[in-house]
């Protein structure tokens, strides 16, 4: 209720891309985590074509954020996530249609072209709408994508019981829905000519010494907070032998998000400057890892049944789970300053700009992360070095909380009361 309250003292602008968060990431998590298997299981393709398909939608997204960020600035962020949300909805439609590698790939690669156009358009439509308010906005923005990714795999593992196709058809129908509520709904905005060329706006971020320095310390937190779709899950069913495990990381991240992160955003908001509660925050993420590098000795899952297997399961699967949590905290601390803090770095006319290469380079970090995660937990196997991808991850929240805390003390970073100016009607 404290949530609902809080959503209903922003514009409705603001309320309706909370909502719309909520279903993009239900819809999203819904499909998504069960596309691998269908296309191994259903249609019969090899391992090789269902990374090139799922690879594809990766690309597409991540890679081509910056063309969102841009089309936002100069034709406008409601027009863009509208269209966003419309290709992501004939997207998914064709996941459910297609059976045949061209249409898959047609899919994969509307799916996420989609995701580069609304992500950081909603972004830079929320930092100009709340205004002086913005950590505040999103931090109930994590809230809400949060939530919707605890939601979106629970619909999705019954809507399988049924089929692939039917579960496709209901993602494609929750953006459709959001796709007509945006139109319907989201306020239009006059969009003041940009001078100069969309490469000459690239260029002024690019050459924007203090943005890359942030973006680049900020590498840890993306490559820690994509470990909850990757290491914290297998930690979870490697100590548990349980492959339930790895839903509780989630259930532990939605009950902390709504009970605790409007309270840790107001709370810090009040005391102290964001870039040292980003620093700290960062840090916290770096500990998150250090409980399961810990008890990375404990060799093997849970026994057998019964109240000993039980206990004995809780017992191995408690040091994941205090990890998770943990994470989740620095996560909450951490996000809704840095969205806060990117639109000051430049031009209220080019904050789309901004977070879509910001996104770009948050790409790329996630990558290369998960990349040196992938080969220590394989290092880790092979040798009996179970700590090793825990320590990785945390000597990377550790080398990023250094960096902003180096960037703080060099005053490089904006001040986060600066407002970003809405353009007015």
Request: glycine content about 2%; cysteine-free; hydrophobic content about 55%.
């Given at each position: 209720m404290k949530t609902w309250r809080e959503m209903r003292r922003f514009p409705l602008a603001v309320q309706l891309l909370l909502v719309n968060q909520l279903g993009v990431n239900t819809g999203f998590y819904l499909l998504i985590p069960y596309l691998a298997t269908h296309l191994t299981e259903n249609l019969g393709m090899s391992a090789a074509v269902v990374g090139v398909v799922l690879g594809l939608r990766n690309l597409s997204q991540q890679g081509l954020f910056i063309i969102g960020g841009s089309a936002s600035d100069r034709l406008g962020a409601r027009g863009v996530i509208i269209a966003g949300c419309a290709l992501r909805t004939l997207g998914f439609a064709l996941f459910a249609l297609g059976d045949n590698l061209p249409v898959l790939l047609a899919a994969s690669m509307l799916s996420g072209f989609a995701g580069a156009l609304f992500n950081p358009a909603v972004r830079a439509y929320i930092a100009q709408e709340a205004d002086e308010r913005k950590a505040e906005a999103f931090a109930l923005f994590n809230v809400f994508a949060t939530t919707g990714a605890l939601v979106g795999p629970l619909v999705g593992s019954a809507l399988l019981l049924v089929d692939f196709r039917t579960s496709a058809l209901t993602?494609?129908?929750?953006?459709?829905?959001?796709?007509?509520?945006?139109?319907?709904?989201?306020?239009?905005r006059k969009v003041e000519p940009n001078k100069g060329t969309v490469l000459a706006d690239w260029r002024e971020v690019l050459r924007n010494r203090a943005f890359l320095a942030f973006a680049l310390a900020m590498v840890g937190m993306f490559s820690l907070e994509n470990q909850l779709y990757l290491l914290l899950p297998d930690g979870a069913r490697q100590a548990t032998g349980w492959d339930g495990a790895a839903g509780l990381v989630f259930l532990i991240g939605t009950v902390a998000n709504l009970?605790?992160?409007?309270?840790?955003?107001?709370?810090?908001?009040?005391r102290g400057d964001r870039a040292g509660w980003i620093a700290a925050g960062l840090g916290l993420m770096a500990l998150a890892f250090l409980p399961p590098a810990l008890a990375a000795g404990m060799s093997g899952p849970g026994t057998s049944g019964g109240p000993d297997g039980a206990a004995d399961a809780a017992l191995r699967a408690a040091p994941v789970l205090a990890g998770a949590l943990l994470l989740y905290l620095g996560v909450m601390v951490v996000q809704p300053f840095v969205m806060e803090l990117i639109p000051g770095f430049g031009r209220s006319e080019l904050t789309g700009t901004y977070f879509g290469i910001f996104y770009v380079l948050s790409g790329i970090a996630a990558a290369v992360g998960n990349t040196v995660v992938g080969w220590a937990m394989d290092t880790g196997e092979r040798s009996g070095a179970g700590w090793l991808p825990w320590l990785c991850c945390a000597l990377f929240g550790l080398a990023s909380a250094l960096g902003v805390?180096?960037?703080?003390?060099?005053?490089?970073?904006?001040?986060?009361?600066?407002?970003?100016?809405?353009?007015?009607?």
């Open positions: 993602a494609a129908a929750i953006f459709a829905l959001l796709t007509v509520a945006q139109a319907l709904v989201l306020p239009a009970a605790l992160q409007l309270r840790i955003t107001r709370g810090l908001k009040e805390a180096w960037l703080r003390r060099l005053r490089s970073l904006p001040e986060p009361s600066k407002p970003a100016v809405p353009v007015k009607a």
